[in-house]
């Protein structure tokens, strides 16, 4: 099974997006949720995003600090307001769109 990465950080600057994934071990759409928001964040932030993965079977507590009720959990730290997206992440668009990359049509 593919081990999820802590963290893949990018340059310090004002213009990061600062993203927390909570996950709950290494499911298949814990795996999927990463690989997703991986390649969303490469092709759409390219350079400006910092990945935080927790694992809610190892730290419990973490997931009361963002009201975490359900995992694959997205939450958007930076830039303000905080955004979550609930799910694997594989529809693009939507997830576009809760991070406020594109416009709602």
């Not at 990018?10 to 071990?25: E, I, K, M, Q, W």
């Not at 997205?74 to 529809?91: A, Q």
């Amino acid at each position: 099974m593919k081990t999820l990465p802590l963290t893949s950080v990018a340059p310090a600057s004002a213009d990061t997006y600062v993203l927390r994934l909570y996950v709950a071990g290494q499911t298949p759409k814990c795996i999927a949720a990463f690989a997703n928001l991986k390649k969303i964040c490469d092709e759409h932030l390219a350079g400006k995003y910092q990945i935080e993965v927790v694992d809610l079977l190892l730290n419990p507590a973490l997931a009361r600090g963002d009201q975490i009720l359900a995992i694959p959990t997205l939450v958007r730290r930076l830039p303000v307001p905080v955004r979550k997206i609930i799910g694997d992440l594989s529809m693009t668009e939507r997830v576009l769109i809760g991070l406020d990359l594109i416009a709602r049509h």
